[in-house]
């Protein structure tokens, strides 16, 4: 098992930027892929961006270009760096580790963004 901590949550105004950190503890050599969600108050927790091991990477639409997933090489940390944030993207922000045996989450960081 792993065990995930996020970071870097806050309040930002419209077209500023945050960056997210999750660090990961545990089982991390058996993560095959890390991602963010998100979940906003009375909707559906959904996801934001993902990174399998073989780094290809998977965006929802609505922050394709605007956000950016990466790790660093022993792959027990990844980040969400957030570029031209919207009132729209204000949501509790979760990282997960998948491997074959395990479907982890951290506790969520919140993002909030005033217009």
């Known amino acids: 098992q792993v065990q995930l901590v996020e970071s870097g949550g806050g309040v930002v105004q419209a077209g500023g930027s945050l960056r997210l950190s999750c660090a990961a503890s545990?089982?991390?050599?058996?993560?095959?892929?890390m991602g963010w969600y998100r979940q906003a108050p009375g909707k559906e927790r959904e996801l934001v961006a993902r990174l399998r091991i073989d780094r290809v990477a998977e965006y929802q639409d609505s922050v394709r270009g605007r956000f950016a997933i990466s790790t660093n090489k022993a792959r027990n940390q990844w980040y969400l760096q957030m570029n031209s944030l919207k009132p729209e993207d204000t949501a509790v922000y979760y990282c997960?580790?998948?491997?074959?045996?395990?479907?982890?989450w951290g506790q969520g960081t919140q993002v909030t963004v005033s217009s």
């Open positions: 997960n580790a998948v491997s074959s045996y395990f479907n982890t």
């Open positions: 545990g089982r991390t050599a058996s993560i095959a892929a």
